[in-house]
């Protein structure tokens, strides 16, 4: 039963551009989600979150969308720059902590 | 304000074994939870500490512990261990009460001969 479903396990974009990450859930009950990125050999790092109660949260280049009616969120980077290539993990926190993540996308930025 | 620290930070050890895996919280966070990466099931929740207490648990099976001490710091415990323990376990720290961010530590790679 995968509660959070990255579809795409790879996506790659142009410097400068905007790169657009999707992620699906099922559970009703996450009360927060959020978006790690993850370097090869090194643990995930957060980047941004947004409340099951908000249906926008941005901070600098990362912008997270949240359509709870679709229970689908976006992670937007803009602009995309190399160093933004890594994988990406979307999250749906379900309370005490507890973390359910998608499989990934892999992210390539292109000179 | 230093990071989330595991030790060791790669482990081999044969089947039937059993091994111990210790992460440091960030200094005042008092959540510490596990997690086990692999390339078939990716990242899936073990267990989470608060205070000393075991607060929420994964899908996992009994061969799987862990504890937590007074100062946070937490171990886990893989008894009996089988080929596809082999994964990187990770552990995330937070402050604990209600919804907070967790912060990763680098993992432990453990390869299971």
């Known amino acids: 039963d995968q509660q959070v479903k990255q579809n795409s396990p790879s996506l790659s974009v142009q410097e400068g551009r905007i790169s657009i990450l999707n992620c699906d859930y099922t559970n009703s009950m996450f009360d927060y989600f959020l978006w790690y990125k993850k370097y090869p050999a090194e643990g995930p790092t957060f980047l941004i979150s947004?409340?099951?109660?908000?249906d926008k949260n941005e901070d600098g280049r990362f912008t997270v969308f949240l359509n709870k009616s679709a229970k689908h969120l976006s992670l937007h980077i803009v602009p995309s720059q190399p160093g933004d290539s890594a994988v990406y993990f979307c999250?749906?926190?379900?309370?005490?902590?507890?973390?359910?993540f998608g499989q990934g996308t892999r992210l390539t930025i292109n000179p | 304000k230093a990071g989330v620290t595991q030790t060791p930070r790669y482990l081999i050890k044969t089947r039937g074994q059993q091994v111990t895996l210790s992460c440091s919280p960030i200094?005042?966070?008092?959540?510490v939870s596990w997690y086990q990466q692999t390339p078939g099931q990716g990242l899936q929740f073990l267990f989470e500490y608060f205070s000393e207490t075991q607060r929420n648990k994964g899908n996992f099976p009994g061969r799987f512990s862990g504890r937590q001490f007074s100062n946070s710091r937490s171990e886990m415990n893989v008894s009996t261990l089988e080929l596809g323990d082999s994964a990187l376990y990770l552990c995330a720290s937070s402050w604990g009460e209600a919804y907070n961010e967790q912060f990763f530590g680098p993992g432990t790679r453990l390869t299971v001969l």
């Open positions: 999250a749906g926190n379900q309370g005490a902590q507890k973390l359910v």
């Open positions: 947004i409340s099951s109660i908000k």
């Open positions: 200094s005042g966070h008092r959540s």
